[in-house]
């Protein structure tokens, strides 16, 4: 889609970023159903070079970046991705906010003894087929498996480890 980017403070007007937020409102996930905003960090060096970088997809953005978005608390992926930056490392990071009921379905691979998952599969086919090619148009990415990675917490963490190994020509970093 060709979806305007709308700078964080825009978007969370109330909220404090350290470096540079995108987000892709309401992009829709036909493996899944719904719609949901993607947030992109992009790092220092983006806006004035032509450097391409590797991305890494994390689930539960609304935690990754803004403790007033954050349901659990603030993870500060952009603070240290922006200290990172002075040692050299850089890398776009796209947030995957949660469904919040959709949560557990969504990020369990296969269905657990109390009906809750089973989704997992939908939702990587969501970042796999709908969303990184999206990214990787939209951004100077290197789309290689070598330069892409996935990572999580908790649940986020499960369908992280199932996405590297049942995807693993995809992702080579996984956290």
């Known amino acids: 889609p060709d979806t305007e980017l709308l700078d964080y403070a825009t978007y969370a007007p109330t909220g404090k970023v350290a470096g540079m937020i995108k987000v892709l409102p309401q ?6 159903n719904n719609w949901r905003d993607i947030l ?8 004035s070079g032509q450097q391409y970088y590797p991305v890494l997809y994390m689930h539960d953005g609304q935690n990754l970046f803004d403790v007033t978005t954050s349901y659990s608390g603030e993870w500060f992926v952009d603070e240290t991705l922006e200290q990172l930056s002075n040692e050299g490392l850089e ?10 009921d959709e949560r557990m379905n969504e990020y369990g691979p296969f269905v657990n003894v109390l009906g809750q998952g089973g989704r997992g599969e939908a939702y990587v086919g969501f970042i796999i087929e709908t969303l990184k090619p999206l990214i990787d148009s939209r951004f100077r990415t290197l789309p290689d498996r070598a330069h892409t990675g996935i990572m999580g917490s908790s649940m986020g963490g499960l369908i992280s480890l199932y996405a590297g190994f049942r995807y693993s020509q995809v992702f080579s970093i996984i956290g």
Request: no cysteine.
């Open 27 to 32: 992009l829709y996930s036909p493996q899944l």
């Open 40 to 47: 992109i960090y992009l790092p220092p060096g983006y806006q």
């Open 91 to 100: 890398a776009i990071v796209v947030g995957i906010p949660n469904m919040g």
